[in-house]
């Protein structure tokens, strides 16, 4: 049987994009809406929250080959920045690239891939039901790139183990859509539905995911009170696991062997008559003896 544990960390508005540090062995996290980013300590589980320009932050991920250098998505701008981790402040942040086009976007969620490029999605900050998100892939070399258009809430993305698919979630749907993946170009296309909650009658909408040593998806059940484990390449439910909280957000493997799944909620959409019933909304989960280890975490190539 799994154990569920709460991190001790105050609630957080809309906690998104955990994101593993081996080097360090911390999680880094978001405060998506209010802009702050979060570092946990594995050994201590002393926690660091540190603020930028309070624009909202989509993702956090270490910089290869440099210490306490981070990149990160911050309103409708990526940008680097080192953490001066001792007096807690952020030093030589840098706009590397900005989303343009639109004014009412922002940066919801990043990952990168087995060869350092990131993958970023776009949302709509003024209401969810627009098709004005996006997929884009960032490098420095070739700077933003739109993959993917005409997307509500892109939400997460994740690839199989041998990277020649990749999976992505767009929360106002229902399913989990798969690409054809060129990971030399960090290129997608051909989509196709890999998952679709509405034939297992699951709760909720799929938010954010991440893959696991077996090649299945973990899978947010936004709305849904829920994380969903799920094969992709049958679209079979394998297993859920249920949460005191309605708005699951996003979840990534962590700790010395990528054996603890970690998990974000959010508090800012969770109804007054939902307050007591979902009473830890916006707090930090880990969930440890699933017996499966996830993928490998890919720090940002910026050389």
């Keep these: 049987m799994v154990k569920i544990e709460k991190l001790s960390l105050n609630p957080l508005y809309h906690g998104a994009s955990p994101c593993w540090d081996n080097k360090a062995q911390a999680m880094y996290f978001t405060d998506l809406e209010f802009g702050h980013i979060i570092r946990?300590?594995?050994?201590?589980?002393?926690?660091?929250?540190l603020t930028l320009e309070n624009k909202p932050v989509g993702f956090i991920i270490p910089i290869f080959n440099h210490a306490n250098n981070f990149i990160c998505g911050e309103g409708i701008h990526v940008k680097r920045f080192k953490w001066d981790l001792d007096r807690n402040i952020a030093e030589d942040v840098e706009i590397l690239e900005t989303i343009?086009?639109?004014?009412?976007?922002?940066?919801?969620?990043?990952?990168c891939d087995g060869c350092g490029h990131l993958w970023l999605g776009t949302a709509s900050n003024v209401t969810y039901n627009r098709k004005q998100g996006g997929l884009y892939t960032f490098g420095m070399d070739k700077g933003v790139i739109k993959q993917v258009?005409?997307?509500?809430?892109?939400?997460?993305?994740?690839?199989?183990?041998?990277?020649?698919?990749?999976?992505?979630?767009?929360?106002?749907n229902t399913t989990v859509d798969s690409y054809n993946y060129d990971i030399a170009n960090g290129?997608?296309?051909?989509?196709?539905?890999?998952?679709?909650?509405r034939k297992f009658n699951?709760?909720?909408?799929?938010?954010?995911?991440?893959?696991?040593?077996?090649?299945?998806?973990?899978?947010?059940c936004y709305g849904g009170s829920q994380i969903i484990n799920v094969n992709p390449e049958t679209g079979t439910l394998l297993t859920s696991i249920k949460l005191p909280a309605n708005q699951i957000t996003d979840v990534g493997f962590g700790g010395l062997y990528l054996e603890e799944l970690y998990v974000t909620t959010?508090?800012?959409?969770?109804?007054?008559?939902?307050?007591e019933r979902y009473s830890d909304a916006g707090s930090i989960f880990r969930i440890t003896d699933l017996y499966v280890k996830g993928s490998q975490v890919y720090e940002f190539l910026a050389d």
């Design 40 to 49: 946990h300590d594995h050994y201590t589980k002393s926690n660091l929250k």
């Design 100 to 111: 343009s086009g639109l004014n009412d976007i922002q940066i919801n969620h990043g990952k």
């Design 149 to 172: 258009a005409d997307l509500y809430t892109s939400s997460g993305v994740a690839w199989n183990r041998s990277y020649s698919k990749l999976f992505h979630t767009d929360s106002s």
């Design 187 to 197: 290129f997608a296309n051909f989509r196709q539905t890999a998952f679709d909650i």
């Design 202 to 220: 699951i709760v909720g909408n799929p938010h954010g995911i991440t893959s696991d040593e077996r090649g299945n998806l973990w899978v947010a």
């Design 266 to 275: 959010a508090a800012d959409y969770t109804r007054s008559s939902d307050r």
